[in-house]
């Protein structure tokens, strides 16, 4: 089974965002695999799926 | 799906480009604080760098939208208003570091710079290593340096500069801004990375009357190694949304690494109103930030005048240390030099041509030869 790399999208168009550019060299995974990596640790997210199941 | 979930759909970063090894990473502009400099280096350039599923990784440049340049203000002067305030039109600035870098006393270095102006040199900095030591204390060196300034100026009828560092602690250095435009002095200079961004949006948005000159030491140690840091062009972008006013952006020639093709697209980047996207450049409309001098430094001499020209234009500060104070017949024929050489390279004269009438040229270039 292969897991969806949630924070690529490549079709995705920026509208106003502020975007970055990096050169990266992965470590024994897929470009798109660290590529995602980056995304996550830069932003919202986290190692581990928050547990705190927020509600309304 | 559960409230956190939604919040990280909604902020989430998205990797919308993998060409080669480089991507591109859109995040959304809600995810920072508009404002806030450091926050929004904690995200981009923060645990990322030390992280295991990379060996390395270099942020290469950063595309700010609308809305984060609305928040900040931008250069006070940029090109425009420094060419202005200097009443300097076409040619670019000369100006000099006083040298040795450190250990001169307040006299000397005042005379220094005295001589550096008479000769020609728009603008004198200190160096980026001299703040309040014990030998050169700051408020007697700044009283003293710009008497010397106002005495150069009435002498050659054109306008001379002090830049003045006042590189320290954060309140400090804003006291020291103060004494500087109290006793009038048109420029501070501040080291942004080894003083630090929220200093640097401090000073600027003080919103002194001063101009500012970044210097950027320490700017190797995130921009040498081709795979792993931060490129110049995204430490010049934070410095350019800040404001200051001109930046060191490297030769192509003499002492210190860089390669002139990067330089250029360096100066694009900072003195250009919309820049264009190259291999590791993103486009960037710069809207309401007005362009930023660009400032080449280090083991320049006459010599070096026509490439820089050339390749970096007009509208630049050549900054010469060791090339004036080295000179065979002291400091002031060194700035003469840096002049006529300068002169000569508008008027597309070879500098050995010129050199056969002025010999403050002459002397300089039998003595460095390339």
Redo the contacts between chains.
């Keep these: 089974m292969t897991k969806k790399l949630?924070?690529?999208?490549?079709?995705?168009?920026?509208k106003?965002?502020?975007?970055?550019?990096?050169?990266?060299?992965?470590?024994n995974?897929s470009?798109?695999?660290?590529?995602?990596?980056?995304?996550?640790?830069?932003?919202?997210?986290t190692w581990t799926?928050?547990k705190?199941?927020?509600?309304? | 799906m559960?409230?956190?979930?939604e919040?990280?759909e909604r902020?989430?970063?998205?990797?919308?480009?993998?060409r080669g090894?480089?991507?591109?990473?859109?995040?959304?502009?809600e995810?920072?604080e508009k404002d806030n400099v450091p926050n929004?280096l904690s995200?981009?350039a923060?645990?990322?760098f030390g992280?295991?599923?990379?060996?390395?990784?270099?942020?290469?440049?950063?595309?700010?939208?609308?809305?984060?340049l609305k928040s900040f203000r931008g250069p006070k002067y940029g090109i425009k208003g420094i060419r202005k305030m200097m009443k300097i039109q076409t040619r670019p600035l000369l100006g000099t570091i006083i040298k040795p870098k450190l250990g001169l006393n307040t006299e000397h270095h005042a005379q220094s710079a005295y001589e550096s102006w008479k000769g020609g040199c728009d603008i004198v900095k200190d160096d980026e290593n001299l703040a309040s030591q014990r030998f050169n204390m700051f408020e007697n060196r700044l009283a003293k340096t710009l008497e010397m300034a106002d005495k150069a100026e009435k002498e050659t009828g054109e306008k001379k500069a002090y830049l003045v560092n006042v590189t320290a602690e954060t309140k400090e250095m804003i006291k020291r801004a103060q004494l500087v435009e109290n006793m009038g002095g048109k420029y501070v200079m501040i080291d942004i990375l080894t003083a630090g961004w929220a200093s640097l949006q401090t000073l600027r948005e003080s919103n002194f009357k001063m101009a500012i000159h970044a210097h950027r030491a320490m700017h190797a140690a995130f921009d040498r190694n081709p795979?792993q840091g931060i490129n110049m062009f995204v430490i010049a972008d934070f410095a350019r949304i800040i404001g200051v006013d001109q930046i060191h952006i490297g030769t192509g020639i003499g002492k210190l690494e860089g390669d002139i093709k990067d330089i250029e697209e360096l100066m694009e980047e900072i003195e250009s109103k919309n820049v264009r996207a190259a291999k590791?450049?993103?486009e960037q409309k710069w809207e309401n930030i007005k362009p930023v001098l660009g400032v080449s430094s280090g083991g320049l001499h006459p010599r070096h005048i026509p490439f820089l020209i050339h390749h970096l234009g007009k509208d630049l500060v050549i900054q010469a240390g060791g090339g004036i104070h080295g000179h065979p017949l002291g400091t002031e024929a060194g700035a003469i030099a840096m002049r006529q050489a300068i002169d000569a390279t508008l008027r597309k004269i070879s500098l050995n041509e010129y050199a056969k009438t002025h010999v403050e040229l002459e002397e300089a270039l039998k003595l460095w030869k390339k």
Excluded: H, W
């Excluded at chain 1, 106003?16 to 470590?27: E, G, R, S, V």
């Excluded at chain 2, 559960?2 to 979930?5: A, L, P, T, V």
């Excluded at chain 2, 090894?21 to 502009?29: F, G, R």
């Design positions: 949630e924070f690529v999208d490549l079709n995705y168009k920026p106003n965002d502020l975007i970055c550019l990096f050169k990266i060299l992965p470590n995974i470009m798109e695999k660290a590529a995602n990596t980056v995304a996550l640790e830069s932003s919202v997210g799926k928050g705190n199941m927020l509600k309304d | 559960d409230k956190g979930q919040y990280v902020l989430k970063a998205k990797v919308f480009s993998i090894n480089l991507i591109k990473v859109a995040y959304p502009e995810l920072f929004i995200s981009i923060g645990n990322i992280m295991k599923s990379v060996k390395a990784i270099k942020l290469e440049d950063v595309s700010f939208p609308k809305s984060i795979n590791k450049r993103l």
